[in-house]
């Protein structure tokens, strides 16, 4: 087998995004695109050679012919052992758990997470480090500036791997493995949680639920873990059969694109529990019987009963949320007496505040909830975390949350997107709203008083680095906020979002539409912002 050495030219659009570089599949088919990027990772790393790796992907079209070109890519540069789910499949978590568990040097993952799938769909490829966790910014930014240069890249000509076949193949030098993609990450979620009481539960006769996979990666590990070691009915699991482009789905769960199961949790005789991941498993959308938590409360219900759950059953050690996120979490830190962290958005801020043991609990309001455990946000693991919840606590999920919101009060909150938004519009918007901000503070709108006005700059606290220019936040005397920032995961145009708050005290407020209690200020978002103006669109595409 030989090592060729291709020559190649830079493409100038490799820059990886809040999660990796995503593009859609018509890019990464451009002959060289997706070895240019490979090539990049591995020329920015250090000491690396005979060292083992992780591989797999969501299983959306393009993981399996990307994953051997990978495997040769890896053996011709001195990678020792690349350990690779079977078919080519780990969700995120269970990625970034195999890292963890054999203190490999790094991992690959293939996803574009809750973006479509399919030949025209996205596609998408990122680095995780070895602490599980996505690359910190200094690693994407040395493989950006390696893509900018890169001039050849190794690959050996090789046959393809079977990626069927459980255990060891031999392909040059390098060892693959060829492990069960989830029988790791069960065995983690089984140290975590009570599966005795989970297991009472879905099999007392009294508690039904339903877990939408939404045709993506997490169906074969809730299949495994629900119906089969925790005993829920066969059908528990739908949409569980992971399928190349999500059945042309959207694999994002939110009250839009989950339908199915917002069909089967709004309708008669609604199951008492329902949950959905997106395509590569890291996020996750809770229901009860007709009742929608918002990711933000999630994270807050969670900190606030963690001392029920085995695995976190001695507290926790802080807890961390992106900026946009709401502040629940925050008033459960105050309460509990312990730290919260406010970091810019994306999975990567985690990091530090997670391996230096300052935070336990993390979330984002993109439906991404997660802890020390791994380092990504962790879809089914928040499930499981609920089920634990729901099992000792014997209420359902709307009791549990209104008691919670009568405890801490609730933080109303809502999250606009105008997608597909003219790229140099969307950018003029943000521009003039950062020219604004030195003369908002003190401006009166209506019944609202600006408190502050600024772009969130975050320092980390552990090594220092400064993120500046991670969304525009206006925040008003009453303790109610507006945050405005463009997505950085987004493959066409712009999208913007518009991330709202406000909070009530009183609990007989408690039971209004959030779009009601947040009018005044959607109204005045669009007010300072001129979002119709510059998106062209009279509403959010997305609502959540
Ligand atoms: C979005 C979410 C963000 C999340 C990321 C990856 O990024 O808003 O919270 O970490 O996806 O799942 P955005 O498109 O806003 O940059
Ligand atoms: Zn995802």
Same mark, same amino acid.
């Given at each position: 087998?030989?090592?060729?050495?291709?020559?190649?030219?830079?493409?100038?659009?490799?820059?990886?995004?809040?999660?990796?570089?995503?593009?859609?599949?018509?890019?990464?088919?451009?002959?060289?695109?997706?070895?240019?990027?490979?090539?990049?990772?591995?020329?920015?790393?250090?000491?690396?050679?005979?060292?083992?790796?992780?591989?797999?992907?969501?299983?959306?079209?393009?993981?399996?012919?990307?994953?051997?070109?990978?495997?040769?890519?890896?053996?011709?540069?001195?990678? $020792?052992?690349?350990?690779?789910?079977?078919?080519?499949?780990?969700?995120?978590? #269970?990625?970034?758990?195999?890292?963890?568990?054999?203190?490999?040097?790094?991992?690959?993952?293939?996803?574009?997470?809750?973006?479509?799938?399919?030949?025209?769909?996205?596609?998408?490829?990122?680095?995780?480090?070895?602490? $599980?966790?996505?690359?910190?910014?200094?690693?994407?930014?040395?493989?950006?500036?390696?893509?900018?240069?890169?001039?050849?890249?190794? %690959?050996?000509?090789?046959?393809?791997?079977?990626?069927?076949?459980?255990? !060891?193949?031999?392909?040059?030098?390098?060892?693959?493995?060829?492990?069960?993609?989830?029988?790791?990450?069960?065995?983690?979620?089984?140290?975590?949680?009570?599966?005795?009481? %989970?297991?009472?539960?879905?099999?007392?006769?009294?508690?039904?639920?339903?877990?939408? !996979?939404?045709?993506?990666?997490?169906?074969?590990?809730?299949?495994?873990?629900?119906?089969?070691?925790?005993?829920?009915?066969?059908?528990?699991?739908?949409?569980?059969?992971?399928?190349?482009? =999500?059945?042309?789905?959207?694999?994002?769960?939110?009250?839009?694109?989950?339908?199915?199961?917002?069909?089967?949790?709004?309708?008669?005789?609604?199951?008492? =529990?329902?949950?959905?991941?997106?395509?590569?498993?890291?996020?996750?959308?809770?229901?009860?019987?007709?009742?929608?938590?918002?990711?933000?409360?999630?994270?807050?219900?969670?900190?606030?009963?963690?001392?029920?759950?085995?695995?976190?059953?001695?507290?926790? #050690?802080?807890?961390?949320?992106?900026?946009?996120?709401?502040?629940?979490a925050d008033r459960v830190a105050a309460k509990l007496g312990i730290d919260c962290y406010e970091t810019p958005t994306g999975w990567k801020f985690f990091g530090n505040l997670l391996d230096a043991g300052k935070?336990?609990?993390?979330?984002?309001?993109?439906?991404?909830?997660?802890?020390?455990?791994?380092?990504?946000?962790? $879809?089914?693991?928040?499930?499981? =975390?609920?089920?634990?919840?729901?099992?000792?606590?014997?209420?359902?999920?709307?009791?549990?949350?209104?008691?919670?919101?009568?405890?801490?009060?609730?933080?109303?909150?809502?999250?606009?997107?105008?997608?597909?938004?003219?790229?140099?519009? #969307?950018?003029?918007?943000?521009?003039?709203?950062?020219?604004?901000?030195?003369?908002?503070?003190?401006?009166?709108?209506?019944?609202?008083?600006?408190?502050?006005?600024?772009?969130?700059?975050?320092?980390?606290?552990?090594?220092?680095?400064?993120?500046?220019?991670?969304?525009?936040?206006?925040? =008003?005397?009453?303790?109610?906020?507006?945050?405005?920032?463009?997505?950085?995961?987004?493959?066409?145009?712009?999208?913007?979002?518009?991330?709202?708050?406000?909070?009530?005290?009183?609990?007989?407020?408690?039971?209004?539409?959030?779009?009601?209690?947040?009018?005044?200020?959607?109204?005045?978002?669009?007010?300072?912002?001129?979002?119709?103006?510059?998106?062209?669109?009279?509403?959010?595409?997305?609502?959540?």
């Open positions: 087998m030989n090592v060729k050495t291709v020559s190649t030219e830079p493409f100038d659009d490799q820059k990886p995004g809040t999660s990796g570089l995503r593009k859609q599949v018509p890019t990464f088919q451009k002959p060289n695109y997706l070895e240019n990027f490979v090539q990049s990772i591995f020329d920015s790393l250090e000491g690396y050679q005979g060292e083992t790796f992780v591989l797999g992907g969501d299983g959306r079209y393009y993981n399996r012919p990307a994953i051997q070109t990978i495997l040769k890519m890896a053996a011709a540069n001195g990678v $020792g052992k690349m350990l690779v789910g079977r078919g080519g499949i780990l969700s995120t978590p #269970a990625a970034s758990c195999v890292i963890r568990k054999n203190q490999a040097f790094g991992g690959i993952i293939l996803s574009a997470s809750h973006n479509p799938g399919g030949p025209e769909g996205d596609f998408g490829i990122k680095y995780n480090v070895t602490n $599980g966790g996505p690359a910190p910014e200094k690693v994407t930014e040395a493989i950006f500036a390696r893509t900018k240069a890169i001039d050849t890249y190794k %690959i050996l000509e090789a046959d393809d791997i079977d990626l069927d076949q459980l255990g !060891s193949q031999q392909l040059g030098a390098m060892k693959v493995e060829v492990i069960d993609s989830v029988a790791d990450y069960a065995e983690l979620m089984e140290s975590l949680f009570d599966f005795d009481r %989970i297991k009472e539960l879905l099999t007392s006769g009294n508690f039904r639920m339903c877990m939408d !996979s939404l045709h993506a990666v997490t169906g074969p590990y809730a299949k495994e873990i629900f119906e089969n070691r925790l005993g829920a009915p066969a059908g528990t699991v739908q949409n569980g059969t992971p399928l190349e482009d =999500f059945g042309g789905g959207h694999p994002d769960p939110n009250l839009v694109y989950a339908h199915d199961l917002v069909e089967v949790m709004y309708g008669d005789d609604a199951p008492d =529990f329902g949950a959905a991941s997106d395509g590569d498993g890291d996020r996750n959308m809770i229901l009860g019987r007709q009742f929608f938590v918002t990711p933000s409360d999630s994270l807050a219900v969670l900190a606030a009963n963690a001392k029920l759950v085995p695995g976190y059953s001695k507290g926790l #050690a802080g807890v961390a949320r992106s900026m946009p996120t709401s502040a629940a935070a336990t609990l993390c979330g984002e309001e993109s439906f991404g909830t997660g802890s020390d455990h791994v380092r990504e946000k962790d $879809g089914l693991w928040a499930v499981f =975390f609920w089920l634990n919840i729901l099992a000792v606590r014997q209420q359902s999920v709307e009791d549990i949350v209104a008691e919670h919101w009568q405890t801490y009060g609730r933080n109303y909150y809502s999250r606009h997107d105008y997608e597909g938004v003219d790229s140099n519009n #969307a950018n003029t918007l943000m521009e003039k709203l950062r020219s604004a901000l030195p003369e908002m503070k003190g401006k009166k709108y209506g019944s609202y008083e600006v408190e502050y006005a600024d772009d969130f700059s975050y320092t980390d606290p552990i090594d220092g680095s400064v993120s500046k220019k991670q969304g525009v936040r206006i925040g =008003f005397t009453d303790g109610s906020r507006i945050v405005f920032r463009l997505s950085g995961t987004g493959t066409q145009g712009a999208t913007l979002r518009v991330y709202l708050e406000s909070y009530e005290a009183d609990s007989s407020k408690h039971g209004l539409d959030p779009q009601d209690a947040l009018s005044e200020l959607i109204n005045l978002a669009d007010e300072i912002a001129q979002i119709r103006n510059y998106t062209g669109m009279e509403k959010p595409t997305v609502i959540t």
